[in-house]
């Protein structure tokens, strides 16, 4: 291997090394958080970042949050991440087979997956130098597109929301508005439109607004009004941060519960939310059949199989809700503790 290998002392990480290859201008660095509940599966982001200790910052987050995320699913997988640095217009297959050697110097205690920037394509040249790649979409028992494995998860934590809200899990009548008809918005409004949930929607694409209003009866709703519209639940399904100072006052829901990575915009809104009396569904437990669905894949990819697992997620916001109540703390500090004690539990295995 030509990878100029470096190891960063990094406290509460079992593994952080920055990789340099000069002849292919690779720069990249693999955290490994924890492989204390299996190998520490994340995906590959590229990103220009502005200098190391930016990348460096950003891979420890997001190699903390997929063990955190892991653990919760009890998916049988650690957690880790990677970032390449980079301008994702200057991609070469000679980068990929680079950091696939990288990756192999890990001997499989880090499973590379896609992230942003990163296509199956890419992780096609990756898989030339390692075979610790997964879920490349297209390839011959691959687990494929995540998005309805993770849109069925969300499902069940909305029941579990909606059971905690209401006192039943049934969503038929629950008012739910929902932001975002992406990949994974627009299959749980299908499905919450089947259970009998009211829907309200929005999203910056016309089109899939259009097809939600005529296709599952659910009302329009301009941009940022979502915020303010009178109902059960507030699913956000489009992007992160949207939980902060400025709209937690505007909501007028009971509950939040989406697919959304990192709705939180900091802790302060979690408490903020909690203080107003709104129920928050953990974003990290309800999104988690994504991650759920790859690792399927590692023993032998079936869809029933990941629909199976995935349905623990009610089971698991449940338990969330029921410690929030018991220890009066709220959700999302509950979801981060018994992710750290199965974590440690693991570790003195
Ligand atoms: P997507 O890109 O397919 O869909 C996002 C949708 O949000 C798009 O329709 C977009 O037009 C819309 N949108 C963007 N900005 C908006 C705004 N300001 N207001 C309203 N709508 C807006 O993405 P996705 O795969 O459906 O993922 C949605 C969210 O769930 C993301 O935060 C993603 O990180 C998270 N997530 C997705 C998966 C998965 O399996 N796809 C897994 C875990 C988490």
Not at 1 to 20: C, F, H, P, T
Not at 175 to 183: C, E, N, T, V
Not at 231 to 250: H, M, Q, W, Y
Not at 272 to 279: A, P, Y
Request: glycine residues 10%.
């Amino acid at each position: 291997m030509n990878i100029k290998r470096e190891e960063l002392a990094v406290s509460d990480y079992e593994s952080v090394v920055y990789g340099e290859d000069p002849k292919t201008g690779l720069k990249a660095i693999v955290a490994i958080h924890s492989t204390a509940l299996g190998p520490a599966c994340g995906g590959i982001r590229m990103l220009p970042y502005a200098s190391r200790e930016e990348a460096l910052k950003d891979v420890l987050r997001l190699a903390k949050g997929m063990s955190y995320k892991s653990s919760l699913a009890g998916n049988g997988f650690g957690g880790g991440k990677s970032v390449i640095i980079g301008d994702p217009a200057k991609k070469t297959p000679e980068l990929f087979h680079a950091f696939g050697e990288f990756v192999n110097s890990f001997d499989g205690r880090y499973l590379s997956a896609q992230d942003m920037n990163i296509t199956s394509e890419d992780l096609k040249k990756v898989k030339k130098t390692t075979r610790h790649v997964i879920g490349i979409e297209g390839e011959p028992g691959s687990s494929g597109d995540p998005s309805p494995v993770t849109a069925r998860g969300v499902l069940r934590a909305l029941e579990a929301t909606a059971e905690k809200i209401n006192g039943a899990k049934s969503l038929d009548g629950i008012r739910i508005a929902i932001q975002g008809l992406g990949s994974v918005g627009y299959r749980l409004a299908e499905m919450a439109h089947e259970a009998g949930a009211e829907l309200w929607v929005t999203d910056i694409n016309p089109a899939v607004v259009e097809k939600a209003v005529e296709m599952l009866a659910a009302e329009p709703v301009e941009g940022d009004e979502i915020f303010e519209v009178e109902c059960d639940i507030f699913s956000p399904n489009a992007k992160g941060a949207v939980l902060n100072a400025e709209t937690i006052g505007r909501l007028q829901c009971q509950a939040v519960c989406g697919a959304a990575n990192n709705q939180l915009a900091t802790d302060a809104d979690g408490f903020r939310l909690h203080e107003r009396g709104i129920l928050y569904a953990p974003d990290y437990a309800a999104n988690a059949g994504g991650i759920i669905n790859i690792f399927v894949e590692f023993g032998g990819y079936s869809q029933a199989k990941a629909f199976e697992h995935t349905d623990r997620i009610y089971h698991t916001m449940r338990e969330i809700f029921r410690r929030s109540d018991k220890e009066k703390i709220p959700p999302f500090v509950i979801a981060d503790r018994i992710a750290e004690e199965r974590i440690l539990a693991g570790r003195s295995k």
